[in-house]
């Protein structure tokens, strides 16, 4: 059903075929062009060169050589994605977590540490079975993550910055440009799993992060877990990234085209 991939080492990022002339995580990450800025996107680039952080009284505990939140709320997600991930998942979420901070702490980005440790760390809920449902598998995971913070005691407002960070973590041409938590959470989750931004971290950086999460056949069994939504739930794949896998590794899988939806509408013109 599959075709092989590469070899799932960190070294051979570049060889994932789905990857191939794929530019969008690049373009996006170039936030000061030569030319005036719009709101919006002063707004990502002051995100991204303030040399203050939010929150400092926060405890902070090193892992992986990484500074990270050391909180109940955040010590709750690691076990929530621990006990609702397969291994090689929890190892992703993880790593995305830590390259994510990483990122924060080099670019000096103002930002909640719970928020984008929560975010992060349960973005990949919705590729688990137990939270199949009607809706794309984002979005069921933003629901989920968004309860979670609600049961934790959070703030409305930071669990409506989680959901968008779940949500909207497959969809970088957005999530990079929204709040902090939700573009770097966005950048993190890139890394790890496209290397898009890989240059913004150092090779031990990631050696140290990659060693204490080993990837565990990543490439492969995150096929299998998006293929597994295709074949069973072929209707919440057809406006995102989950149709690319279809189409590549499903046999049968057909999408409708949204032209078809525009020329089809029930108007004269």
């Known amino acids: ?42 707004k990502v680039t002051e995100m991204l060169s303030s040399d203050q952080t939010s929150h400092p009284s926060n405890p902070t505990r090193l892992l992986a050589g990484i500074a990270v939140p050391d909180t109940p709320i955040v010590a709750r997600a690691i ?13 992703h979420v993880m790593r995305s977590w830590l390259f994510s901070a990483a990122i924060a702490h080099r670019k000096g980005s103002a930002h909640d540490p719970e928020v984008l440790a929560v975010a992060t760390l349960l973005h990949d809920l919705g590729l688990e079975k137990a939270c199949d449902g ?9 629901n989920a993550a968004r309860a979670f913070a609600r049961e934790c005691g959070m703030m409305e407002r ?6 968008d960070g779940v949500a909207l973590n497959s969809t970088p041409s957005i ?8 573009a770097l959470c966005t950048a993190g989750i890139g890394v790890d799993w496209g290397g898009w931004g890989y240059e913004l971290l150092t090779p031990s950086q990631i050696d140290t992060i990659v060693a204490a999460f080993p990837r565990l056949e990543m490439k492969q069994r995150f096929t299998r877990a998006v293929c597994r939504i295709v074949e069973s739930r072929p209707a919440t794949t057809y406006d995102n990234f ?6 590549r590794f499903v046999p049968g899988y057909q999408r409708p085209s949204t032209v078809d939806f525009l020329l089809n509408a029930p108007f004269k013109e």
């Open 134 to 142: 009607p809706l794309r598998f984002e979005v069921e995971g933003a």
């Open 79 to 91: 076990q929530y994605a621990r006990e609702h991930s397969e291994p090689y998942l929890f190892n």
């Open 175 to 182: 999530g990079l440009y929204k709040e902090s938590e939700v």
């Open 1 to 42: 059903m599959f075709v092989a991939l590469a070899e799932d080492r960190h070294e051979g990022r570049h060889s994932f075929p789905l990857l191939k002339g794929v530019s969008v995580w690049r373009k996006a990450f170039q936030y000061a062009p030569p030319r005036a800025l719009g709101r919006s996107e002063s």
């Open 242 to 247: 989950a149709r690319d896998f279809g189409e």
């Open 158 to 163: 930071q669990a409506q910055l989680i959901w």
